[in-house]
């Protein structure tokens, strides 16, 4: 019997079933289809201003910061002035987002790199999928857009999200990626990212940038 | 909690004092100050004869025994209205374990059920069923409270001591760091894994010294006993008392672990 | 399979613990830290008690459906275009991984953590046969130069005081400056990364373990604080994912009920600060990101647990808050335990995995305090089963003769009340008369364990029942 198999045959036998009830197996289908929601915390359940203050504040709490600007237009002055302000060279990474593409970085004189990371840049910009109020997470899914590797290895990420794009909880989120990838269906990665990278390994004290960003901006589009 | 007492109540509820046999053997002034704080409460109180509730076995794996000192209680118990022990160890195994030692006996677990819902610890008797506000005691100083681990977490035993400890004159209750952990006594790992009962009893010790208070109270013998122990091998001059002691005003026997004369060596 | 555990020397790796200095220093850390900062994660969530109960709903009702979820996964990562193999054991998984790390001419495997990787020592197999592993945890890499294992499971290096770690990094990164700073944490967190960054780039494999596997997507998921388990799988070419049956959830719904108990129970932190899905290989659309993705699921003793007592532990999400909170785990650590889950989880669960005759001390070395059970997220009942395992113990006879027999001996009075009363009235009488001077006693025969640390408190002499018989019930009859 192949090692499958005998896993199977293991766990039904100590389950004390077949497999092949059909009530059991309406019983799984249908918890797959519904996907029904459990507990879901008051905290994030607001919308408008209230959400969106509600976000920065639970990203401030991630030790991450967070900016806001009007329009998208605003983006490129706004990441030249953060960089400035921390002392970082005028350098800029980024993917294919037709949403970062299409903002005025002529407007500056940073010097743009477009593609994944190699592991050698200082600063990336990502677009966001979403946000999460619930606990000021940012919800990142992969492509060419916005490359994996540009949340991971600069040591400045800057994402950018979209007002609008901010959810109360994280169930919000999976309705939205169920209805761009189809129910069952997942981008290859869906990262949430909550804070800067960080680690308390050493005598269980907190340091930033372990292996991952050292520093996390986050900027809200209003539009 | 802080339940108002039922109207179901009878008048004179009969109450069958469930000793435990550390109080039994060791410091009997502590039943008979839960016999006073019951009777000062309208209680009819009443002591049948009794060894143990079964815990050493039922801790050790051996289940027979267990259900056979189980059976003994139940029955021994079956007449009152209520069964009061001084100690949530002892009162958390009638009420959490017995029922579960009666899974394939519906006949058992029926008088184990019954048995469980009429049990209490003394102060959680005392406040969440009778509705004790305050009791007639005075006690001169301060003291430090032990939140005994099966108490605290089998039975929600943490406020109804210190409200009843608040209504004593003249004592002021001074909370040590980590009241609610463990003093490391645990029945037999006292003695089966001494070297880390004795590492935890440590900390507890450093914590009641921490305190400052010159009293360390619990609800329980065998945590009493172990951080009594503790201390007087250090020499910390602190006096160790059941809670009861001092709610029933009965001081009068020295501190445990102590000598009859001086009760500080 | 031999298993390399020093479970069966329990009592003497915690005497050495209890002795040693450098470690006792360490583990005043995990009592400071991590208990305050999950009751105000817990206090800051009004839902947090129901949340629980939702994560133990949720694991309970995947383990009783356990082979038609794991079904469902399955199919959903072959059409992702991933590979599922099934390990019976760790010997099965350690081959599996060989298999894969060959197929791609694997000379470096980066690793994320994970505790299973630990339980099959896949380390130990890859280096035996020519290909290196790196740890790139923070805390695993620096028990990796050290040889040793996690002595905890989200804080692997808890033992370790920041002097030690220096040590280490000046024994192993010969190429850097013999005369650099490293007094602070943060340079030697800043070294790690330098020095790891390139590990990361150059390697071939990478291998993580889960958190959870869901059953809708077929979505193997992974958190951490360092991001080193998303460097160690979107780097390399191949990316092998490590887990055990029980990791399974059906939805993304239930999986986002278990995140918000997991970080709160383990850090304290909402969540953590990395959650990643990895759903199948790079896509034709992606710029990054594997080109091959496996899973491996290893049963290793787990089915077995099924329908039986030890279900409950299946529910086990690995968040660390039993052993933050255990006095036990306190006063010796985690490498006491001798394999490779340490605290109450490791208690109930090693004995499961590596037998009960090997493991007996586990299960006994708890005072039952029961601050495990009232802090763990999906509730498992921790002090129950540890209390199980004695009574198979005590069943199948392992539980040691002296024990037995002065149970034995006790029982036979217990059972008895009228002997017992005469017995212990004479036992107590003549206690109390030896300690009525001092009050106590400094050495009581058969009673070592308790008097080598502490006194023993004299009784008062006469029995309770004694008293109450001549006061009170033979005044009124």
């Not at chain 2, 609610?180 to 037999?188: A, R």
């Not at chain 3, 787990?302 to 329908?307: A, E, K, Q």
Request: hydrophobic content about 40%.
């Amino acid at each position: 019997m192949s090692a499958r198999d005998d896993i199977f045959a293991n766990i039904r036998r100590s389950l004390g079933v077949k497999g092949s009830e059909t009530i059991r197996q309406q019983i799984v289908t249908d918890r797959l289809e519904r996907s029904p929601k459990g507990v879901i915390p008051k905290r994030g359940q607001v919308s408008g201003e209230e959400r969106i203050a509600l976000f920065k504040t639970m990203v401030e709490t991630s030790l991450a910061t967070v900016t806001e600007v009007a329009s998208a237009a605003e983006v490129p002055q706004s990441i030249a002035l953060f960089l400035r302000n921390h002392n970082l060279p005028a350098s800029l990474r980024m993917g294919d987002d037709p949403r970062l593409k299409s903002m005025p970085w002529s407007d500056t004189t940073l010097e743009i790199a477009h593609g994944p990371s190699e592991g050698r840049d200082l600063n990336a910009v990502s677009h966001a999928f979403g946000g999460i109020a619930e606990s000021g997470t940012l919800a990142m899914v992969s492509s060419a857009d916005n490359p994996s590797t540009l949340n991971f290895l600069p040591d400045n990420h800057i994402i950018v999200v979209s007002a609008k794009d901010i959810a109360s909880d994280y169930e919000s989120v999976w309705n939205r990626v169920r209805f761009a990838y189809g129910k069952g269906s997942m981008p290859r990665t869906v990262n949430w990212i909550t804070g800067p990278s960080r680690s308390g390994d050493i005598e269980q004290t907190l340091l930033l940038g372990a292996h991952g960003p050292r520093r996390l901006h986050v900027i809200v589009v209003r539009e | 909690m802080n339940a108002t007492p039922s109207s179901a109540r009878p008048e004179k509820p009969r109450v069958g004092l469930f000793v435990t046999c550390l109080v039994d053997l060791m410091r009997p002034s502590v039943g008979f100050a839960a016999v006073k704080l019951l009777e000062d409460a309208g209680c009819i109180v009443d002591v049948p004869i009794q060894t143990c509730c079964g815990q050493p076995a039922y801790n050790s794996g051996d289940r027979g025994t267990t259900r056979d000192l189980a059976m003994q209680v139940i029955e021994a118990f079956q007449g009152y209205d209520y069964v009061v022990a001084p100690s949530g160890s002892c009162a958390g195994m009638i009420k959490a374990h017995y029922p579960e030692l009666f899974e394939e006996d519906p006949n058992w677990r029926a008088k184990a059920d019954a048995l469980a819902a009429k049990t209490h610890e003394l102060t959680s008797f005392l406040v969440d069923v009778l509705g004790v506000t305050k009791v007639d005691a005075s006690f001169d100083g301060a003291v430090t409270y032990h939140d005994s681990c099966s108490g605290l977490r089998e039975l929600g035993v943490k406020t109804q001591p210190r409200r009843l400890l608040a209504s004593v004159e003249g004592l002021t209750l001074v909370e040590m760091k980590d009241s609610d952990v463990c003093c490391g006594f645990g029945g037999t790992f006292a003695v089966k894994y001494s070297d880390i009962s004795g590492a935890i009893v440590e900390a507890k010790t450093r914590n009641i010294d921490e305190a400052h208070a010159p009293t360390v109270l619990a609800g329980d013998l065998g945590c009493l006993m172990n951080m009594a122990g503790k201390l007087s091998r250090d020499g910390r001059p602190i006096q160790v008392r059941h809670v009861a002691e001092v709610l029933a005003g009965m001081t009068d026997e020295p501190p445990i672990g102590a000598a009859k004369a001086n009760a500080i060596k | 399979m031999t298993v390399h555990s020093t479970s069966p020397q329990f009592k003497q790796n915690a005497a050495r613990a209890l002795n040693d200095v450098q470690l006792q220093k360490a583990l005043g850390n995990v009592k400071q830290g991590f208990i305050d900062k999950r009751q105000m994660a817990a206090d800051k969530l009004p839902e947090f008690e129901a949340l629980r109960d939702s994560a133990r709903d949720i694991k309970n009702h995947t383990l009783e459906h356990l082979d038609l979820y794991l079904e469902s996964y399955e199919e959903k990562v072959k059409a992702s275009g991933g590979h599922v193999h099934f390990a019976r054991d760790a010997a099965e998984a350690r081959d599996i991984i060989l298999n894969i790390c060959r197929e791609t001419n694997a000379r470096t495997v980066t690793k994320g953590k994970s505790m299973i990787s630990e339980e099959i020592e896949i380390n130990h197999h890859l280096e035996a046969n020519g290909i290196t592993p790196v740890e790139t945890d923070l805390g695993e890499y620096i028990i990796q130069l050290r040889n040793e294992l996690p002595s905890h499971i989200i804080a692997p290096a808890v033992h370790l005081n920041a002097t030690q770690v220096e040590e280490d990094f000046r024994r192993v990164h010969t190429h850097l400056d013999a005369k650099r700073d490293l007094s602070e944490p943060v340079q030697l967190l800043t070294e790690a990364r330098a020095v790891l960054r390139e590990r990361f780039l150059a390697a071939d494999v990478g291998i993580t373990g889960a958190n959870f596997l869901v059953a809708e997507t077929g979505t193997s998921i992974i958190v951490t604080n360092e991001g080193n388990g998303d460097l160690t799988q979107i780097l390399p070419k191949t990316h092998i994912v490590l887990a055990s049956i029980e990791k399974l959830v059906p939805t993304l719904e239930d999986v986002s009920q278990l995140l918000r108990v997991l970080a709160r129970s383990a850090t304290g932190q909402e969540l953590s600060v990395y959650t990643t899905f990895s759903t199948g290989p790079r896509r034709s659309t992606d710029a990054d990101g594997p080109e091959n993705y496996h899973v491996v699921i290893l049963d290793n003793g787990r089915s077995s647990m099924l329908g039986t007592a030890f279900e409950e532990m299946l529910r086990c999400i690995r968040c660390g808050a039993c052993m933050n909170h255990c006095p036990v785990y306190h006063a010796v650590g985690g490498h006491a335990y001798g394999w490779v889950y340490p605290g109450p989880m490791g208690a109930v669960l090693t004995p499961s995995l590596i037998g009960v005759d090997k493991a007996g001390h586990l299960p006994n070395a708890s005072t039952f305090c029961g601050r495990c059970e009232s802090v763990c997220p999906v509730r498992i009942p921790l002090p129950k089963l540890m209390r199980h395992w004695r009574e198979r113990e005590f069943e199948r006879h392992l539980t040691p003769a002296t024990v037995r027999s002065g149970l034995q001996l006790w029982g036979f009075f217990a059972k008895r009340p009228t002997l017992y009363r005469f017995a212990t009235r004479a036992a107590m009488g003549a206690l109390g008369f030896a300690g009525r001077q001092r009050g106590r006693f400094s050495w009581l025969p058969m009673a070592k364990g308790w008097t080598k640390y502490r006194d023993f408190p004299a009784p008062q002499g006469e029995t309770f029942q004694q008293r109450w018989k001549r006061e009170r019930k033979g005044a009124r009859a």
